[in-house]
């Protein structure tokens, strides 16, 4: 199956993993699984990363992807339709647009989104598959 790291877990799993669920742990290293990150992940830490909001234990936001890579992880690039589209998806109590992009990514793509910010469940009705 396909799963998308939401930021918070991609950055656990790369330098805390003990922050992980059991399911997510399970799920990331099933060989037969494909672990994503998105691109708009990569975007979301750099400009928390510069506006100083987050530290990534004496890295910078540019070695992210090949952290990624080595993890075992597949890169999910953002295509023009998924942007031009985005507006479809209903506007619900969270509006944070990096969490808003991923959950429209995974919607668009059949991916089931890893992630444990429980307020994202609400957009299950509209097509969003989320795990913990």
């Known amino acids: 199956m396909n799963y998308l790291l939401d930021t918070h877990a991609f950055l656990w799993a790369i330098f805390d993993n003990d922050l992980l669920s059991k399911q997510a742990t399970s799920i990331i290293i099933n060989p037969e699984n494909t672990i994503f990150v998105s691109v708009i992940s990569f975007w979301e830490i750099s400009l928390k990363f510069n506006a100083e909001k987050l530290s990534l ?53 059949n991916i089931c989104l890893i992630s444990k910010d429980s307020e994202l469940s609400e957009y299950k009705v509209h097509g969003l598959q989320i795990t913990w």
């Open 57 to 109: 234990h004496n890295i910078s936001p540019d070695e992210l992807p090949k952290y990624a890579e080595k993890a075992g992880f597949e890169i999910l690039n953002l295509i023009p339709a998924e942007v031009s589209t985005s507006y479809r998806l209903p506007k619900l109590k969270h509006k944070d647009p990096f969490d808003r992009l991923l959950i429209w990514q995974c919607i668009n793509n």
